[in-house]
Every structure is written in C-alpha cells, then in structure tokens.
C-alpha cells in the first residue's frame, strides 16, 4: 500500500501550499488540484505524494505534496502542462506556497489504540 509518510532527516521536501477560499469554490478547487495531481504531478520524476486537506469550515485548502528534492519541485512548476492547473488554482481561491523540510515527528507511545 502506498502512504504518505513524514520523516524527519530523510532528505525529502514538502511542498505546502496553503489556499485562502471562498467556501462555496473549496469544493471546486479541490477538484482541479486532485485532477492535476492525477493527470500530472504524481507522474512527476521525484514525486512522492500529493495530499489534498480541506478545512471543515470551507474557508482553506491545503496541498501538501512530498517530493525527493527542490529541483523535482523547481522542475515541475516549469511544465507547462502542470502551470495549467497552478493557473486554474489561482483563480479560484490565493495561493501561499512554501517548501519545507521536517524537523521532527512526534507520536503517541501506545499508537495502538488509535481509532480508525
């Protein structure tokens, strides 16, 4: 099964780009990023994954995207075919993009007893 998977010190780059949004078009945007992730990104050299939160008030949208490096990131927002869907973005809702690396990942001793 593939994951999402967030480490600390293991040299990926997450890419977060955080929407400001309308909530009537939280629904809309979150449709033009997940087809583009699919069409494109995730066909991407050096992508890892590409995640789509949306906030239960419709107000934000966040993408978060895993890649193996900045220049897969950097090598990506100049495809043409993926600017299409940047564009299509930034019509809808304002965008704030960051590139970030983790510094640490903490989890609950018995994990085990998480609910599903």
């Not at 293991?10 to 629904?27: C, K, S």
């Not at 495809?79 to 983790?102: F, W």
Request: negative net charge; proline residues 4%; contains cysteine.
């Amino acid at each position: 099964m593939n994951e999402t998977a967030i480490r600390a010190g293991d040299g990926t780059v997450a890419m977060i780009n955080v929407f400001d949004v309308e909530p009537e078009r939280q629904q809309e945007l979150a449709e033009v990023l997940s087809e583009g992730a699919d069409k494109h990104i995730r066909h991407r050299p050096g992508c890892i994954s590409v995640n789509i939160l949306c906030s239960n008030d419709g107000k934000r949208l966040i993408y978060f995207a895993q890649w193996r490096s900045k220049a897969d990131i950097k090598a990506t927002l100049s495809d043409p075919d993926c600017q299409i869907y940047r564009d299509k973005a930034a019509e809808l809702a304002k965008p704030d993009a960051h590139a970030y690396s983790v510094f640490a990942v903490h989890h609950p001793e018995n994990s085990a007893n998480l609910v599903d």
